[in-house]
């Protein structure tokens, strides 16, 4: 080590008999391969001066230097020793010893460094797989919502394609419906052609006008509701919507036009089928003074004929008939104080209930036949077909042509009041309740209705289109309810004068509605405006 040199054995046998070469440390070439000592000392060189080699040291700069070095960088500095003196004795010099220290203080700290990466790696890696557990749930979590979002919406969906299919279903049914009619008449014309005489021929083509001319009315009317539907989905634009879009059905004009077909002969008086649009108020039925007594005109029923108008007086114990020119052109007084009145579309029979529980029957308006029935007391009353069906205390009475009891069915709680019925189906008012009640001849509920908008519901009407109208007399206000009972607006109210009505019914063609206004005290028409 000290001469700089490798030996062999012959040379290391020969170093050891030099007495000035004894003291050199000797090393094994094998024990530097196994890497104990990476730096083999050599002469070193000066980095500035390569042609001297690093003989001294300044104590003052503590930096090795050559015999060039000293005369440049060192010609101040006082404590230069050659190289051999500087180091003597330094294996047992406080530099060792810093050194040791400074290695083990840098040993011990490289350790904690490498055993705090090795700890944070663990921990990142750890971590790592925890965040891919987390991110796998949380996947299977939106996936999950995101499945009930497509079941919500696909529900969502498949409700409004059912809604608007099913209103042209309905519509298609009424055109299918017009269309087996009118195929109908198509044979029965070609056959009366064919085999009738002329008389009989003539009598079913004056029949058949009326229904062809309703038919085309009917089919005009549902032409005019018909639009060309479409569905749109409009999907969210953020992520984490509750839902994943929007849907809306669009609506456009129908391609389907129709142009009613002409008069025959003469104009024909045929009933409106229409929805009224407004009603507009035409003029109020003055009554006079002498048909009040004391206890004050009360008006609880009201029906139209083809001209004429029959009202029930309830606190005078009359039954008035009024003209197209509002006079009262007879009346008969029944003894009894009336409640309701109907009378037979065909026939022209006219029936009223009495509050003791009887039904009396007019002619030519004379009191005639009195029948008595299960109930004591009667209120509301209305032709279905030849039957009659009458309202009591949580019941309502069908008798048949005969005024023979047939059944009772039980309704509600309270006394239905008002009884209307059109196309086999009945409508009863359920005053106490504040609901509204369908039914068909079986009993079978078809729909209750109900609003809270609508206070102590009184009379009952239909259009020609089959729409329902009830009197509010709480609310000052009359319902209008869609033929299944699933829409309803208000079509009069306070603002139009409405105030504490009871009974309403429309004239025969649909052109006039009469209601019972000022808790009965006038009848107010109304034009019906299409």
């Known amino acids: 080590m000290d001469c700089e040199e490798s030996l062999c054995h012959e040379c290391v046998t020969a170093h050891k008999t030099i007495k000035v070469l004894t003291s050199h440390q000797l090393v094994s070439l094998n024990e530097l391969s196994t890497g104990k000592v990476k730096y083999l000392a050599a002469k070193q060189y000066c980095n500035t001066h390569s042609e001297y080699t690093l003989d001294f040291f300044c104590s003052y700069h503590d930096a090795m230097c050559c015999h060039g070095c000293i005369p440049v960088n060192h010609r101040a500095c006082d404590k230069i020793l050659p190289l051999k003196e500087a180091s003597k004795d330094v294996k047992t010099s406080a530099l060792i010893a810093d050194i040791f220290e400074g290695l083990k203080h840098v040993g011990k700290t490289a350790i904690d460094t490498i055993q705090n990466r090795e700890e944070n790696i663990q921990r990142i890696n750890d971590q790592a797989s925890s965040i891919t557990g987390s991110i796998s749930v949380f996947k299977e979590t939106i996936l999950n919502k995101v499945n009930e979002m497509e079941k919500s919406a696909i529900n969502s969906l498949s409700n409004l394609k059912n809604k608007t299919i099913s209103k042209m279903s309905d519509e298609k049914d009424k055109a299918t419906i017009i269309k087996s009619a009118i195929d109908e008449y198509n044979n029965q ?146 003894g009894e104080k009336p409640w309701d009145i109907a009378i037979h579309s065909k026939s022209g029979k006219i029936v009223a209930t009495l509050r003791s529980g009887s039904l009396q029957i007019l002619e030519n308006m004379e009191a005639t036949t009195k029948f008595d029935i299960l109930s004591d007391k009667l209120y509301g009353v ?47 008012s359920d005053y106490e309740s504040d609901k509204v009640y369908c039914i068909d001849k079986e009993g079978n509920s078809i729909f209750t209705y109900s609003s809270p908008t609508l206070n102590k519901p009184d009379g009952i009407a239909t259009d020609g289109n089959g729409n329902v109208y009830v009197v509010g007399r709480k609310s000052n206000n009359v319902h209008r309810l869609s033929p299944q009972g699933t829409e309803c607006e208000i079509v009069l109210s306070a603002e139009d004068g409405i105030k504490d009505p009871i009974a309403i019914c429309f004239s025969p063609d649909y052109k006039s509605l009469y209601l019972s206004n000022e808790s009965g005290k006038s009848i107010w028409i109304f034009d019906c405006d299409y």
Not at 296 to 302: A, H, L, N, S
Not at 408 to 416: D, E, H, K, P, S
Not at 419 to 428: N, P, R, T
Request: charged content about 30%; hydrophobic content about 35%.
């Open 382 to 428: 209305a032709w279905i077909n030849d039957d009659l069906v009458v309202g009591g205390k949580a019941e309502i009475y069908f008798l048949d042509s005969n005024m023979e009891h047939a059944k009772t069915l039980q309704i509600g709680a309270n006394v239905i009041y008002y009884i209307h019925a059109k196309d086999e189906k009945v409508y009863l």
């Open 189 to 334: 014309l070609q056959f009366m052609i064919k085999n009738g005489s002329d008389n009989q021929t003539f009598v079913f083509v004056q029949e058949l006008r009326f229904k062809l001319l309703n038919q085309d009315q009917t089919l005009d009317e549902v032409i005019s509701k018909l639009d060309e539907s479409s569905l749109h989905f409009t999907e969210t634009k953020i992520l984490g919507e509750k839902e994943l879009g929007s849907f809306k059905v669009s609506s456009g004009p129908c391609n389907v036009k129709h142009t009613q077909i002409k008069q025959f002969g003469a104009q024909i008086k045929s009933p409106i089928t229409r929805t009224p649009k407004k009603f507009t108020r035409k003029r109020k039925l003055e009554i006079e003074k002498n048909e009040s007594r004391k206890d004050g005109i009360m008006i609880t029923g009201v029906v139209a004929d083809e001209n004429e108008l029959y009202a029930c007086f309830h606190n005078s114990k009359k039954i008035c008939r009024f003209s197209s020119a509002d006079k009262c052109t007879g009346s008969v007084d029944l």
